[in-house]
């Protein structure tokens, strides 16, 4: 029998001889995919199965031929994509995944051979290289916005201008003002033209109720996800959780998504039944057997060992990036719902909203300690530690900025990381313990 290390290093290997595609098709490939990423995961539940399922089927989709294939930045709202009936594909995630392939730094020397400066975000960069090496699916036409990352724009125009296609962006104001909210609803408007100009057909009434009402159904079930994720003991921790912002980021408008958060709750609801009341107030700090933290920004793809440090140590209850902030979209008003779900980012705007939001958090999951993964070339993530480490000082919550980059492992210093997370955990450790 071949070892689960053997197979991933036969697929790596495929992978690095240029086969993405022909071996996307293949059903080895899909168990295999499934592996890496229950590897990933390190979760054991039906969800992260039905998860991987979809990524697959959704990614075939984007590579068949005919089909209407969308090209997204990551925060744009892909309702609108699904309302179009057309098939979103996210190249920044694609980069995640090359990186858990272990075959981000082929792309991202290539990215750099051709002009792509290293001091730009990997996750651009290694799209990048993935583009030249054909790896990414046809684009029909390409949506951004400009939101949080002023990278991705600049990156999706030049992958426009490559495949000669459409490139339309959402030029988000950085305030909450009514005529902040007009001049979005104006082009999200003209973004929805745009996508009925490539495929030849009218997105009418009932195409946008159908994907508001997926998207608003994911919602509800997401938050119920989020409750759960409230009681006591944690049912479901990060690195686990962090995989599900594959869904935050490109399922909400489709159907699937509803129904794969609606298994998790199930799953989770089952996994408090069996082990304790559902009713346990889960308030008691005595309860916690290890200090529990919040995750800011992502995590590394090539690696989860910074996790294996916290691991039995502390507990990531709960992520920023999975954090659900707008109201249910309203199908009568598409338009300005689409701009409100946006404008209502935390990220977007002074960094005070996105303090407001992390204190909410800090009080939701009673956190102890707060870990931001700065991303090297995340101005938005990374460019605001300083006041958060400020405002939580003045909170009494410690702070941890870990530098290092999602995709690059040349641009991670396991010591280093090794040491900051060793000092951070003792320190939480013994204040945990004074105060329990
Ligand atoms: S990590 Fe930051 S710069 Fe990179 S894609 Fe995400 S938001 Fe943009």
């Given at each position: 029998m071949v070892s689960y290390d053997a197979f991933r290093a036969k697929l790596e290997e495929k992978l690095s001889q240029g086969m993405g595609e022909k071996l996307l098709k293949s059903r080895v490939f899909r168990h295999l995919f499934k592996k890496v990423f229950s590897w990933q995961a390190d979760f054991q539940l039906k969800t992260t199965e039905e998860m991987t399922n979809f990524a697959l089927d959704i990614t075939a989709k984007s590579l068949k031929e005919g089909e209407p294939t969308v090209w997204t930045s990551a925060?744009?709202?892909d309702e609108i994509a699904y309302a179009a009936g057309m098939t979103p594909f996210s190249p920044e995630i694609a980069s995640g995944v090359m990186a858990a392939f272990g075959q981000a730094e082929k792309m991202l020397k290539e990215a750099e051979s051709i002009g792509f400066s290293p001091e730009t975000c990997s996750f651009h960069r290694c799209a990048g290289g993935m583009d030249i090496n054909d790896y990414l699916p046809e684009p029909a036409m390409i949506l951004a916005s400009?939101?949080?990352?002023?990278?991705a724009p600049q990156l999706l125009k030049i992958l426009a201008s490559r495949h000669r296609v459409d490139f339309n962006v959402l030029d988000v104001p950085a305030g909450r003002s009514q005529k902040a909210e007009e001049y979005l609803t104006r082009q999200i408007e003209e973004a929805f033209s745009s996508c009925e100009k490539i495929t030849g057909r009218k997105i009418s009434q009932n195409d946008i109720e159908k994907s508001f009402a997926a998207s608003n159904r994911a919602r509800e079930k997401w938050l119920e996800v989020c409750e759960l994720r409230k009681?006591?003991?944690?049912v479901l921790t990060s690195p686990a959780a962090l995989s599900f912002v594959y869904l935050n980021f490109l399922g909400y408008g489709n159907p699937r998504t509803a129904d794969i958060f609606s298994l998790l709750v199930d799953e989770l609801k089952k996994k408090l039944e069996d082990r304790f009341d559902l009713n346990h107030p889960g308030k008691v700090r005595g309860n916690k057997e290890n200090p529990y933290l919040l995750w800011l920004h992502l995590r590394p793809?090539?690696?989860r060992e910074m996790f294996d440090y916290i691991q039995g140590r502390a507990e990531i209850v709960y992520e920023e990036m999975n954090h659900l902030f707008w109201p249910p979209l309203d199908p009568d008003e598409p338009f300005k719902s689409l701009a409100r779900k946006i404008l209502s980012h935390p990220g977007l705007g002074p960094i005070d909203n996105r303090v407001e939001a992390i204190k909410e958090m800090i009080e939701d999951y009673q956190i102890d300690g707060v870990v931001h993964f700065?991303?090297?070339?995340?101005r938005q993530s990374a460019g605001g530690t300083y006041q958060l480490k400020d405002s939580l000082k003045k909170m009494g919550v410690p702070f941890l900025d870990l530098q290092g980059d999602c995709v690059d492992p040349g641009g991670f210093s396991t010591g280093q990381i090794r040491t900051r997370m060793e000092s951070f955990l003792e320190m939480l450790e013994s204040r945990y313990q004074a105060v329990n």
């Open positions: 925060f744009f709202p400009t939101h949080l990352c002023d990278g009681k006591f003991p944690p793809y090539f690696s700065s991303h090297w070339g995340c």
